[in-house]
């Protein structure tokens, strides 16, 4: 049975920090596309970071407009694990956030295609 578990969330001040981390089990996903989505009340599911294979060897990390310079996102593979660290946090981060995990090697997309697992999702709510 694959689980995907997140943790970390809370409740932050703007301008503070947190770190996010999602813990996979059973099966590897060394290799595949993971990724970090959010959504908040009456709005879109929402990419935030992605991390996934560029070439044969290596990792690329892609991140959404509104968050790049702030979070950063990492991954343990040995760990089976993805993290996401939030710097600068504004309370228009405020959301759910959930990890997810490509199911092949195929193309995967923000819009959340190609994500066949993912988690029960952390709330984050930052306040001014």
């Known amino acids: 049975q694959v689980q995907l578990v997140e943790s970390g969330g809370g409740l932050v001040q703007a301008g503070g920090s947190l770190r996010l981390s999602c813990a996979a089990s059973?099966?590897?996903?060394?290799?595949?596309?993971m990724a970090w989505f959010r959504q908040a009340p009456g709005k879109e599911r929402e990419f935030v970071a992605g991390t996934r294979r560029s070439g044969r060897t290596t990792y690329y990390e892609d991140y959404a407009d509104s968050v790049k310079g702030r979070f950063t996102i990492s991954r343990d593979d040995a760990k089976n694990a993805v993290y996401l660290q939030m710097n600068s946090l504004k309370p228009e981060d405020t959301a759910v956030y959930s990890c997810a995990a490509a199911g092949s090697y195929n193309i995967v997309s923000t819009n959340g295609d190609g994500f066949d697992y993912w988690g029960q999702g952390t709330q984050v709510t930052v306040s001014s």
């Open positions: 059973g099966r590897t996903f060394s290799g595949y596309a």
